[in-house]
């Protein structure tokens, strides 16, 4: 009698899947690569069974797919399955220790996220995308126009006095070869900044209909950022133990480091999402 699948450990790849598959006493049944086309159709032909994959990119989208399915399926943060690789690492290896590590009964797991859900933590991606654009173009125009002895002081709202030089034609102290070209940085500069404003608007417009959203946004020092931020990546708070747990998956607690019965807490660890984490400092400060 061919025995069943139970456990499948999926390696997930850009254009080629690797699949680990085993029995219910552990017997390998399964290891072969799939292309992208080929995995809906692959599992769809399989028995109900458990399916673990890394949350990596893409991971959330195919943990949907997979549970329409049929299938159980769990996620991995990385660091934890890669303990169970076995010497060399390739694609069929992370696969093994993918299926090994998923039916660890100590094993914590990722939640995975609708679509919806990951649509809103796209707004905060690309807002903070365009705000790293924005400083690096502050920092561009600043550094050009303090060669020619123009300098304000520190902060973005600053930045003002420089266009307003840039506009005067009758200031002279920076070169019309240059003029135009940092006209040009300010127009781009305005257009991002108009740019962060809507999705600004975007994120508050769905945060009141976000139950967690309109609660978090009550806690002092919580603003619609970091509330719609919270409400966003933090999809099952139940996962965590404890608050400290929590604060532990973002890296605000110290570094643990100890042998011997002696242990030395250092700095803070910075795991985790660091977004979130920089939210919560602005936030506190």
Known sequence: MKEVITT?????????FQVHGVDAVGGVRVRRS????????WFGKQPAC???????????????ELSRL???VRLIAPAYAKAYVR???????????????????????????????QAAGGLHRVRDLLQKQRTMLINQLRGLMAEFGIVVAG??????????????????RVPELLRGPLLGLAQVLGDLERRVA????QIVAWGRGNATYRHLITVPGYGPILAGAFAAFVVEPSTFRSGRDF????????????????????SISKRGNGYLRRLLVNGAM
């Not at 809507?198 to 608007?201: I, N, S």
């Open 70 to 72: 049929g299938h159980e």
């Open 155 to 172: 902060g973005p709202q600053h930045v003002k006095d420089l266009l307003a030089v840039l506009a005067d034609p009758a200031d002279a």
């Open 198 to 201: 809507t999705l600004e608007r």
């Open 87 to 117: 010497r060399n690492k390739n694609d069929a290896a992370d696969a093994a220790a993918i299926c090994e590590a998923v039916s660890r009964p100590g094993m914590r797991f990722v939640a995975i996220k609708t679509a919806a859900q």
């Open 34 to 41: 799939l292309r992208r086309s080929q995995v809906l159709g």
């Open 50 to 64: 458990l399916v673990g994959m890394e949350a990596c990119a893409t991971a959330h989208y195919w943990g949907r």
């Open 247 to 266: 604060s532990a998956s973002l890296g605000l607690v110290p570094r643990q480091e100890g042998t011997g019965g002696k242990l030395r807490l250092g």
């Open 8 to 16: 499948i450990g999926l390696d997930l790849g850009k254009k080629v």
